[in-house]
């Protein structure tokens, strides 16, 4: 079974500042996505960003951007230019790239923006 | 974008009582629905998988007879939390995969499910 593993249960960054957020993940899978959603305390689910992995190209979305690490099964997510709309719970994710694509995710890491 | 709704967003209810939730995609046909549960300070724990037409797949540990489901049509799916108790109470959201292929999964804004 796939396994996500978030190791930063919090994190903090001052404003207009850059944030890296961990993931690494463990699949015997060679094709799969990678995901990163975003929960503010509305605690709606909202995608942030994902990865095929195939591609070895990172994704990259306006401030958002990951480093996919195949080999080592690491999966970060690097917010730029941090805002204070960007507070929230961050969840990776994993979703097998057949069968009823149903998503694992990892443990979340709570991001606080400090003004 | 592609908009889940999910119905109601908040419920308070008595012990015993069975509460239904429903999830639609709006603007997409979704072969494959999935319910979560969350709980507080807590991840995405997958209950179940609901597919249009056939039985819903269960993980493990999930009691089908108590967590209803039902995915009748290519836009709804629901769940019905029967004889609900206060343990029972937790925070549940429904994402929806959208038909065509190369689609991500859309979530519902979710429920709040609280037995008194």
């Known amino acids: 079974a796939q396994t996500v593993t978030q190791s930063q249960p919090e994190m903090s960054v001052q404003e207009a500042e850059t944030v890296t957020l961990s993931c690494t993940y463990d699949?015997?899978?060679?094709?799969?996505?990678l995901f990163w959603y975003k929960q503010p305390p509305s605690r709606q689910m909202i995608l942030v960003i994902r990865?095929?992995?195939?591609?070895?190209q990172n994704a990259t979305e306006n401030r958002f951007s990951v480093n996919f690490q195949k080999a080592a099964k690491s999966f970060s997510l690097k917010i730029s230019d941090s805002q204070l709309g960007d507070a929230a719970m961050y969840f990776c994710?994993?979703?097998?790239?057949?069968?009823?694509?149903?998503?694992?995710f990892g443990t979340g890491t709570r991001l606080t923006i400090i003004p | 974008g592609a908009v889940v709704s999910q119905h109601p967003s908040r419920v308070i209810c008595k012990s015993g009582t069975s509460v239904k939730i429903e999830c639609r995609s709006l603007?997409?046909?979704?072969?494959?629905m999935f319910w979560y549960r969350q709980f507080p300070k807590q991840s995405l724990m997958l209950m179940a998988t609901?597919?249009?037409?056939?039985?819903?797949?269960?993980e493990q540990g999930v009691e089908k007879d108590k967590f209803l489901i039902n995915h009748a049509s290519l836009t709804l799916s629901t769940l019905t939390v029967t004889s609900a108790h206060p343990e029972d109470s937790s925070f549940y959201i429904c994402?929806?995969?959208?038909?065509?292929?190369?689609?991500?999964?859309?979530f519902g804004d979710g429920t709040r499910l609280s037995i008194l």
């Open positions: 994402s929806a995969r959208d038909a065509r292929v190369g689609q991500p999964q859309h």
């Open positions: 699949t015997s899978e060679s094709d799969y996505y």
């Open positions: 990865q095929e992995a195939y591609k070895q």
């Open positions: 994710a994993y979703r097998t790239d057949f069968g009823n694509e149903k998503l694992t």
């Open positions: 603007d997409f046909q979704a072969t494959t």
């Open positions: 609901s597919n249009e037409g056939s039985k819903a797949t269960y």
